[in-house]
Every structure is written in structure tokens, then in C-alpha cells.
């Protein structure tokens, strides 16, 4: 059986790894489309390198531009990769504009897609990332979903059929990483002070209006304690073109981080602020509480027992960082750190029977 995965950005790396190992063990012939959605050193080969995945079979290197020019880019250029290959399964993961272009370039030469990630909802269709995963749900054969919530989503929109549950291999790679770095620390930017704050700012809501990103980071800029801000390229440029310092304050700018070196900076943390879904998870799953400033979030599952609190206030963001730990357990409701095997497991399974 052949799998082609379809990546581009940071949190899809991260995905794949775990995917990419459980191929080998499973005995499957697994290529990668890189579409060079993120292509800086530290957003796209440095995950390559540190999470030991062997580079990418074809990289179309994209790059930057509107979400439409971009997609519509990907999407020209996957459909000639994809006719080439002929795949068993498409393999496509989250919720970016390559996860839906591949989507759709798969759809439109007849390949059988599996959307991993699937059944997640914000319910704010201002998200870019809203569109990409309920246009993807719909046009998967196979939807893979993180959760219980995730599979009553699909279920909702009349895709019960086509969902599997297998958990989030996004808990493989996290429980993976933390074991390695808590016994061979990482050099990082980010200095082992006690107690500091991990924080990420990087969506368009956040980041376009000069007076909410200046909201933001004056909340930052006046916690109590050290800020650690791993500076998105898209925060950089946005808050230079605003006139903004992220220098400011309690906030010390680093670049950003690598997997390994995110992960043993949030395990050492006293809290999280991000706007991230990913990083979201990756506090709850590490046990650290979170302040997420949306008004809304996907992992819904983060925010029982207050592991994770959403702010629009930004004043408020000293306040959230300040609660009182949580008490209640969190549980495993991203399953048990084995969904990348279960993944291949689904995907071998069903492609006897389609």
C-alpha cells in the first residue's frame, strides 16, 4: 500500500512524525508532499531535522501570499504530484490551506483522502482555519478523528459513516519529546527562570489591528513574571508595521522555538498565553495551565476544570495567569499515545475494503 501525507506548516511537521514511523513499522510505502507553505529555517526544516523525518519527497515551495493565490497554487501544483504517485490515500492533516488544497486536488483525480485531525470546530467562521477543516471533513473519504467531541461533531453534519476514532498523534509525538528532553535537555532561548510564562501570539485577529496587539502585549508586558514570547515571523512583521516593541516590560522576545525546545519550555513553565490551537493542547497534555486569547477554541476538551481559560479581555490576562492551579484531573481524552498506529491500522483496513 502507498500513502502519500500532504504537509506545509509547523504544526503539520509535528503531525507527521509519529505517521511517518508508524508507516516503516507498519511496512507501508509513505512519500511526502511538502508545499512549502511555511519555508523559514525554523518554521519548516529545522522540524524536519529535530523530530528525525527524512525530507520531504517533493517540496513545491509555494510560499507566501493571499489565503486564495496560495491555495489556488497548491492546489495546481499537487494534482500533477498526485497523478504521478497514484496513491492509495491522500493523507492530509489539520486545518491549513495545504490540508484543503490537497483535498481538493485529491477529490478532483479521484484519489481517496483521509483527514487526520478531523471532527474539530471553533464554530467562528471568521478562522481561515474553520473553512479549511469542515471543506476537508466533507470531501474526505475517511475522516480520523483526535476525540469523542470530535466524532459527535462529524456525527452532527451527517459524517458518522466515514469517521474512525483514533486518537491525536500530536500526543504521540508531545509524550515522546517531553520523555527525551526531560532526560537530555535542549539548548534554548529560553532560560530555566523560575517562575516564567511561554507565550505565542500569531493569528490575523490578534495581530492586523494595531490597538488589539497593543492590548495584548501590554498585558504581557505587565505579569508579574518573566514572559518568554517565541516571536512568530507574522508578529514580527506585524508589530513593526504598527510601530510596536516586543520588548517591553516583562516580555522577552526569543525566535521561534523548535518542537523539542517548546516542549521543555512549557514543561519548566508556571503558565501558558497563546492564541495557538496547538499549543493549547500541548499545555493541557504537559499539565500546565493556559490562557488563550480567542473567544472560542476547537480543543474544547483543554478547558475542563480550568486547565484552559479563554480571554478577549486583555487587561484580564494577569488575572487568568494568576487563577489557582486546577484541581480536577485531565484525563486522556486525546487517547493513549498511540494514534499514529492506529491511523495505519485504519487506513490498511479500509483500503481492502473501498
Known amino acids: 500500500m502507498r500513502i502519500v501525507s500532504v504537509v506545509g506548516a509547523r504544526p503539520q511537521f509535528v503531525k507527521l512524525a509519529p505517521v511517518a514511523a ?3 513499522r507498519a511496512g507501508v510505502e509513505h512519500r511526502v508532499i511538502h508545499t512549502g507553505q511555511h519555508y523559514d529555517q525554523n518554521m519548516s526544516q529545522a522540524f ?3 523530530l528525525d523525518i527524512a525530507a520531504p519527497d517533493v517540496n513545491l515551495e509555494v510560499g507566501s501570499a493571499s489565503h486564495g493565490v496560495q491555495t489556488g497554487r497548491m492546489l495546481a501544483e499537487i494534482e500533477p504530484v498526485l497523478l504521478d504517485v497514484e496513491p492509495d490515500w491522500v493523507l492530509v492533516y489539520g486545518d491549513t ?8 486536488a485529491a477529490t478532483k483525480v479521484h484519489l481517496r483522502v483521509a483527514h487526520l485531525e478531523a471532527g474539530l470546530r471553533s464554530f467562528n467562521r471568521r ?40 486518537g491525536d498523534v500530536m500526543a504521540d509525538v508531545l509524550r515522546q ?8 535537555p535542549v539548548d534554548s532561548p529560553v532560560e530555566a527562570s523560575s517562575p516564567y510564562v511561554v507565550a505565542t501570539v500569531h493569528r490575523p485577529d490578534n495581530t492586523d489591528d494595531p490597538e488589539r496587539l497593543a492590548a495584548i502585549l501590554g498585558g504581557l508586558a505587565a505579569l508579574d513574571r518573566r514572559v518568554f514570547l517565541a516571536a512568530h515571523p507574522r508578529l514580527v512583521a506585524k508589530a513593526a508595521a504598527h510601530g510596536l516593541s516586543l520588548d517591553e516590560g516583562s516580555i522577552t522576545p526569543v525566535p ?16 501558558v498565553v497563546t492564541d495557538s490551537g496547538g499549543l493549547q493542547k500541548e ?31 486583555f487587561d484580564a490576562i494577569g488575572a487568568s495567569v494568576n487563577r489557582l492551579p486546577p484541581e480536577e484531573p485531565r ?3 486525546y487517547g493513549d499515545g498511540h494514534a499514529a498506529d492506529a491511523t495505519l491500522e485504519v487506513l490498511i483496513e479500509r483500503a481492502k475494503e473501498l
Request: overall charge negative; proline content about 5%; aromatic content about 4%.
Open 22 to 24: 508508524a508507516a516503516v
Open 48 to 50: 524536519f531535522d529535530e
Open 97 to 104: 490551506n495545504s490540508t484543503l488544497a490537497a483535498a481538493v
Open 127 to 166: 478562522m481561515p482555519e474553520e473553512h479549511n477543516r469542515v471543506l476537508t471533513d466533507h470531501a474526505a473519504d475517511l475522516c480520523l478523528a483526535p476525540s469523542e467531541i470530535a466524532m459527535g461533531h462529524l456525527a452532527a453534519e451527517g459524517l458518522a459513516e466515514r469517521a474512525v476514532l483514533v
Open 177 to 184: 519529546t517531553a520523555e527525551r528532553v526531560a532526560g537530555d
Open 256 to 271: 521561534p522555538l523548535s518542537y523539542p525546545q517548546l516542549v521543555q519550555a512549557v514543561r519548566g513553565a508556571s503558565a
Open 283 to 313: 499545555a493541557f497534555l504537559l499539565g500546565v495551565p493556559t490562557s488563550t486569547l480567542r473567544a472560542e477554541t476547537e480543543w474544547v476538551e483543554t478547558l475542563a476544570g480550568g486547565w484552559n481559560e479563554l480571554v478577549t479581555d
Open 331 to 333: 484525563g486522556h481524552p
